[in-house]
């Protein structure tokens, strides 16, 4: 099975996180979407978070009806840190072919994560356009450091057949969904 990861905080889920998902298992002719409902950012203040349970409950209702299963794997292993919970993943499940997806914001950041590097070389990785950051992607820090393993092939799947480390940006249609936006709309609706 070829699966695509999308993880993050889904505080909340919303039409984005469908919409890459939906895109990534066409382009890159994956079996299934996993959300990876992380339970707390290293990189965000836990104040504003919403409780692992509201956003996982959130998230499986937005996901229904999609070839997206939704999983608190990060709970389960007892790390939050990205490149622990994907080698976990490729070991536990090492009979599937994993892909992680992020946005290019995520990538542009990325270098801030801990052991960054190798979650290149844990699985290929899939970076989708989301707006203002395009030009940003390749002059970021892991954009410089990746250049040459950036996969330009249109068959999208062949990604699967390169050594590691290996990168994929997807030009999509640009959704302008985030979280963020979404959490600053209901708190300016619950202050009028």
Known sequence: MRI????????????GHLYISNTALKKLKLDEIWWLVSPQNP?????MSTPLKIRLNNARNIAKGHNIRVEDLETKFKTNLTSKTLELISKRYS???????????NLIEINNWFNWKKIFNIMPVAVFN?????YSVINSIAGKHYFLKLHKTKGSKSIFNKPLPVWQFLHITKNSVS??????????????
């Not at 599937?96 to 914001?105: H, R």
């Not at 989301?130 to 395009?134: A, L, N």
């Not at 979280?179 to 009028?192: P, Y």
């Open 4 to 15: 695509g990861l999308l993880g993050g905080s889904f505080n909340p889920a919303h039409n």
């Open 43 to 47: 990189l965000k203040e836990k104040s």
């Open 95 to 105: 009979g599937s072919n994993f892909i992680w997806l992020m946005g290019e914001d």
């Open 130 to 134: 989301r707006g203002v950051y395009s």
């Open 179 to 192: 979280s963020t936006m979404l959490r600053l709309n209901n708190n300016d609706r619950l202050e009028t």
